[in-house]
C-alpha cells in the first residue's frame, strides 16, 4: 500500500514570496488533514477534509493560509504572502475515519520543510 | 479545548535500559489517546493507540502503554531499549464526541539512547 506523498520536500522563499505545497493521500482515505510542526514543537491542525469538504480550519491563518481539496483527493496548501514565522514542516496526514466511525489512525506523509528568508 | 502535556521534552538513557515517556492530557468525558515516533527527517508513525477496553495497550517495537483514566495519564514504556529507538516521540488525543478524529498533539520527548 503506498503512503501519503508530499512534495515538495524542502523549500526556501524569500518573506513577501508565495509558495505551495501538494499532498496525495492513501487511496480510499476520506479525511485529509494538514498540520504545522515549528521546531520544538508538536504539531498543529490547520485544516482537515472530509473528502472535499472543510470540516474544520478554525486554527488556519485564513489571510495568508488558503488549502483546497478538488475531487476528494489530493489537496494544495497554499501561504501568500509567507512570514519568517512561517518556516516549518507542513505535514499531510489521511484516514479512513468518517462520520465518527474507525479506528482513528492517521498516516502521515514525510512532511515539507520551508524556511523563509 | 484539550492540551496535552509531556512532561519531559529530552530523555537520555543507556542501551538495554528500561524508559519511560510520560504524557498527561486535560480530562474530557471520553479520551482516544495515541503514540507516535518520528525519525529524523520523517513523518510521523503511529506506535499504539488506546481507544477503549484494556487499559494496558500494546504496540510496536516492544512499546507499551497504560491508560490511567483518575490520573489523566497514557505513559510509554517500554523494557529495554535500542539504539534504534533514538527519535521523537509525541503523545497526543482525541476529545470523545469529535466526529472527524482532531488530534491534540504535546510538544514532543526526544529520546536519546546512548551505548
Known amino acids: 500500500e503506498a503512503g501519503v506523498a508530499q512534495s515538495p520536500r524542502y523549500k526556501i522563499i524569500e518573506k513577501r514570496q508565495s509558495v505551495a505545497f501538494w499532498c496525495n493521500p492513501i487511496?480510499?482515505?476520506?479525511?485529509l488533514y494538514w498540520y504545522q510542526q515549528i521546531l520544538g514543537q508538536g504539531p498543529k491542525l490547520l485544516i482537515q477534509f472530509q473528502n472535499n469538504g472543510v470540516v474544520d480550519d478554525s486554527q488556519l491563518p485564513k489571510d495568508r493560509f488558503s488549502a483546497e481539496r478538488l475531487k476528494g483527493v489530493d489537496s494544495t496548501l497554499k501561504i501568500q504572502p509567507a512570514k519568517l514565522e512561517d518556516s516549518a514542516v507542513y505535514l499531510c496526514?489521511?484516514?479512513?475515519?468518517?462520520?465518527?466511525?474507525?479506528?482513528?489512525?492517521?498516516?502521515f506523509g514525510p512532511g515539507t520543510r520551508l524556511t523563509v528568508t | 479545548a484539550q492540551s496535552v502535556t509531556q512532561l519531559d521534552s529530552q530523555v537520555p538513557v543507556f542501551e538495554e535500559a528500561p524508559v519511560e515517556l510520560r504524557c498527561n492530557y486535560s480530562s474530557s468525558v471520553s479520551v482516544y489517546l495515541f503514540w507516535y515516533v518520528q525519525y529524523p527527517n520523517q513523518g510521523l508513525q503511529l506506535l499504539l493507540k488506546?481507544?477503549?477496553?484494556?487499559?494496558l495497550v500494546k504496540g510496536i517495537n516492544g512499546f507499551e502503554a497504560e491508560f490511567n483514566k483518575s490520573q489523566t495519564s497514557f505513559h510509554l514504556r517500554k523494557p529495554s531499549v535500542h539504539i534504534s529507538d533514538t527519535a521523537e516521540y509525541f503523545c497526543a488525543v482525541i476529545a470523545g464526541g469529535t466526529s472527524y478524529g482532531k488530534l491534540t498533539f504535546g510538544q514532543g520527548t526526544i529520546l536519546t539512547v546512548h551505548p
Open positions: 488506546y481507544l477503549s477496553g484494556s487499559t
Open positions: 496526514a489521511s484516514s479512513f475515519t468518517r462520520m465518527g466511525a474507525g479506528n482513528y489512525e492517521q498516516y
Open positions: 487511496s480510499g482515505h476520506a479525511t
